[in-house]
């Protein structure tokens, strides 16, 4: 980090998209460009929100674009990818962005992934029309098989009409793993995990896999990835550096690959995998009671419900934790959705308040898109609009 008392503003202002402030503070003081590692983070910041003005100016100031993210190779036009910054994207192929990359005797194209998976088809066209690898195979998958997976048909048929192949039509058998202490301890406590598409590896910084159990009451999904980079936690909290999410869903919430390219029942998917990656990407942590909001004001987080809020929960102590053989320790968080009032009184009253009204009116762990706001009992649940 830059050791300077411009740092601070320095950073508000690429997150705030402040170009003018930025081009002041970089002129002014020249040291806060010497760190070339974080002038790098802000680029990637600027890329993903699809600003060439910012972009542009920060790699005046030195930032790279093809410069690499702790071990993943790839550079800046992959956050703008996965985020459909198709100007960005563009102004960064005509200055000589990489996009394929050989890994580990691998060849991959993470950039097209993400646009695959973000379903924006004119950017995957201009990625392929600047020589992205539509076979380049991670493992066992490629930019297809995300097409398939998330039931992206035009972009599928797009890929196919360049010679895209699957896997297993390029000779590349399923991998075989060994099950994770993560996965272990899921299983342990909750079932066994489920074999579905929702729980392939997408790159990703860092990578986030996410579990389906079923314990006969509940459906749990579990993240498993993003304790594989501490979290930015503060003095004294070195116990939280390393974190996974859960979430709990109804029996007969549909996870079917149909179903999940449906926006009404894929966001608590969307959601955990946006969580896993926030405190990596913003630099920061997540901890036990912490509300994280859906924007100001708090957005519904998905189109068949006004919940609009996360409230984090610590597990109880045998399932909260798990050593590891380094001696650090896993740190698993539910998360839990509630509404914009209920998020205001935990303001007020702190986060063991709400958890008390949830249970004087019998609000189990399960995800309930219809059920009552605790916050505003006389008017009784939030109903879908």
């Not at 890929?159 to 991998?175: D, F, N």
């Not at 609009?308 to 909260?320: K, N, Q, T, V, Y």
């Amino acid at each position: 980090m830059i050791d300077s008392p411009y740092f601070g503003p320095l950073m508000e202002a690429v997150m705030d998209q402040d170009v003018d402030t930025v081009r002041q503070l970089l002129t002014q003081h020249p040291e806060l460009a010497q760190h070339k590692a974080t002038l790098n983070g802000f680029l990637r910041d600027a890329a993903r929100d699809d600003n060439v003005e910012l972009v542009t100016l920060l790699v005046g100031f030195g930032a790279d674009i093809n410069a690499p993210k702790d071990d993943s190779p790839e550079g800046a036009i992959e956050k703008a990818a996965w985020s459909g910054a198709i100007h960005v994207v563009r102004w960064m192929l005509d200055r000589g962005a990489k996009l394929n990359f050989e890994v580990d005797g691998m060849r991959r194209c993470f950039p097209l992934v993400g646009a695959v998976v973000g379903g924006h088809l004119e950017v995957v066209k201009l990625l392929v029309e600047h020589g992205a690898d539509v076979n380049a195979t991670w493992i066992d998958v490629n930019p297809l098989s995300y097409a398939i997976m998330y039931d992206r048909k035009e972009i599928e048929a797009y890929l196919r009409s360049k010679g895209a192949k699957e896997p297993s039509e390029l000779g590349i058998a399923p991998r075989v793993e060994e099950e994770s202490s993560i996965v272990a301890h899921y299983e342990e406590h909750y079932g066994e995990s489920a074999s579905l598409s929702l729980g392939e590896i997408l790159p990703g910084d860092p990578p986030v896999r996410i579990h389906c159990m079923s314990n006969g009451v509940w459906q749990i999904l579990g993240t498993e990835g993003m304790s594989s980079l501490p979290m930015a936690v503060p003095k004294g909290a070195e116990a939280y550096q390393f974190a996974e999410l859960n979430m709990f869903l109804p029996l007969d919430w549909p996870l079917t690959a149909e179903a999940l390219s449906d926006p009404r029942w894929s966001w608590p998917l969307q959601w955990l995998r946006k969580l896993a990656r926030y405190p990596h990407e913003q630099r920061t942590w997540l901890r036990p009671t912490e509300v994280v909001a859906n924007g100001e004001p708090p957005k519904p987080l998905g189109p068949n419900t006004q919940l609009s809020c996360f409230l984090l929960m610590s597990a109880d102590a045998e399932r909260g934790r798990l050593s590891q053989p380094d001696g650090s320790q896993i740190v698993f968080l539910t998360v839990f959705p509630i509404y914009r009032e209920e998020r205001e009184l935990e303001r007020k009253m702190g986060a063991a308040h709400l958890i008390k009204l949830f249970r004087a009116s019998r609000i189990d762990m399960a995800l309930d898109i219809n059920r009552k706001n605790v916050a505003v009992p006389s008017r009784g649940g939030r109903k879908d609009r």
